[in-house]
């Protein structure tokens, strides 16, 4: 079970053995662009399965067909999806902003694998133990905002111009109940650092602790990766794509993969600022329980996606600045209360 | 403290170069046979009328007012929780009448009409 359990570490430092000096600048080197490299296909390949696995979630909850023509029950659907768009013609209309429009897909792709880099998938199995990871998440991700609103406006298409604007201000809006749900859990550990913080739940895991800014990370996390029922941002029936309606092909594909890249890069830092990591019971590797736990907060967030309808757009707004920022703000008031309170009597007690 | 942002500088590098070596890719293996029927701006099968490249409502401006004064908020918070426990009381009153304050001009974009969506 050990040996199962540090396989990836153990694979890191064999590659390291190979070099004569295993601290040396190339060893690292090298080591960094296997491992941003498998980034970059954990990103695409989670993509491309999520996306199968949403039409599968929608095929059993309301009744649909669903893909089930490829493979057995239509599971390699994905595969051909990939190769399909590939191939598709790469159009943009004559009367775009060509180098706006050109990079808004590639910029959030890029901002999705940057935030990658932080995520601890088991123990001593981060891209980068940054000590500032957290907030470097945060900072990162943030800008993904930039990006649509660039492809709404690059676009030169009024439902597109609408949907850029209706993501940076439900972006925008929801991100502050994001930020301030997160401060309850860095207040306990008293770290950035997310396998630090991953750590710190060794004895419980912080949704017990924190069951409120769970909660609201949660919903915020929804609305932030522009998923129903917050998905004004696209809003098929009123503003057709919103900021990918002029897209096709793989460039709209792009779009796509930073979508689900964000899915699962949101249910990862739930998972381990909440959920308790790699944390588990002894009978699986910690890595794998990592990704049972992704599996599990994607598995809500889908469940939440095929079960309510959207939300009216004044309704979303409402809902984030009068009800999630209110309670969040509340939560760091508790937290910090009763942090000071168990200061206050846990050394006269113990001592 | 040893934060690898030189690792963060390589990880940047891949996130500018991988999705242009995608497109590249694209570039190779999709056709490209562009006509003018097909480029012309999507409008539900209409010609286009007027420009889109318009002027917002103020509405946005408002709520990016308020958000950014947050998200400074934010960047003062994130330090003080990190060492929130060191600090004492002192600075615990402190960073709650500084909250006080802005959950006062909070309530007046509120009660101004700032955070209704019209």
Known sequence: ?351 | MTDNFAAVGLLLAFAIGLPIVVMAVVHLLAPHKPHKEKLTTYECGNEPIGRAWIGFKSNYFLYAIVFTAFDVETIFLYPWALTFRKLGTFAFVEMFIFMIILIVGFWYAWKEGALEWM
Do not use: C
């Open chain 1, 1 to 351: 079970m050990d040996a199962l359990n540090n396989i990836f570490v153990n694979i890191a430092a064999y590659i390291r053995g190979l070099f004569a000096d295993s601290h040396s600048l190339s060893a690292d080197l090298a080591i960094n662009i296997i491992v941003f490299i498998m980034l970059f296909l954990i990103m695409v390949v989670a993509a491309l399965f999520l996306s199968l696995v949403e039409r599968k979630f929608a095929h059993w909850v309301s009744q649909r067909s669903g893909p089930n023509r490829l493979g057995p029950h239509g599971w390699f659907q994905f595969i051909a999806d990939a190769v399909k768009m590939l191939g598709k013609e790469d159009i943009y209309p004559a009367n775009v902003d060509l180098f706006l429009f050109k990079i808004a897909p590639m910029m959030l792709v890029g901002i999705t694998l940057m935030a990658y880099g932080v995520i601890p998938f088991g123990k001593g199995m981060v891209a980068i133990n940054l000590d500032l990871g957290i907030f470097y998440f945060l900072a990162v991700s943030s800008i993904s905002t930039l990006a649509l609103l660039m492809a709404g406006w690059a676009s030169n298409n009024k439902f597109s111009l609408l949907g850029g604007f209706r993501a940076v201000a439900q972006m925008i809006s929801y991100e502050i109940p994001l930020l301030f749900s997160l401060l309850g859990v860095i207040m306990i550990t008293q770290t950035f650092n997310l396998s630090s913080i991953v750590e710190a739940q060794k004895t419980i895991p912080f949704i017990f602790l924190q069951p409120l800014a769970f909660l609201i990370y949660l919903i915020a996390g929804i609305a932030e990766t522009n998923r129903a029922p917050f998905d004004q941002v696209q809003g098929e029936q009123e503003i057709v794509a919103g900021p990918f309606t002029e897209y096709s092909g793989l460039r709209w594909g792009l779009f796509m993969l930073a979508e689900y890249g964000n899915v699962v890069a949101t249910s990862a830092i739930a998972v381990s600022m909440f959920l308790g990591g790699w944390y588990g019971p002894g009978f699986l590797p910690g890595w794998l329980w990592f990704i049972l736990k992704i599996w599990l907060v994607i598995f809500i967030m889908m469940w939440v996606r095929w079960t309510f309808v959207r939300m009216r757009v004044d309704h979303l707004m409402h809902f984030a600045w009068k009800i999630l920022l209110p309670l969040s703000l509340a939560n760091i008031f508790l937290t910090g209360l009763g942090i000071y309170i168990y200061q206050l009597f846990i050394p006269r007690i113990g001592g």
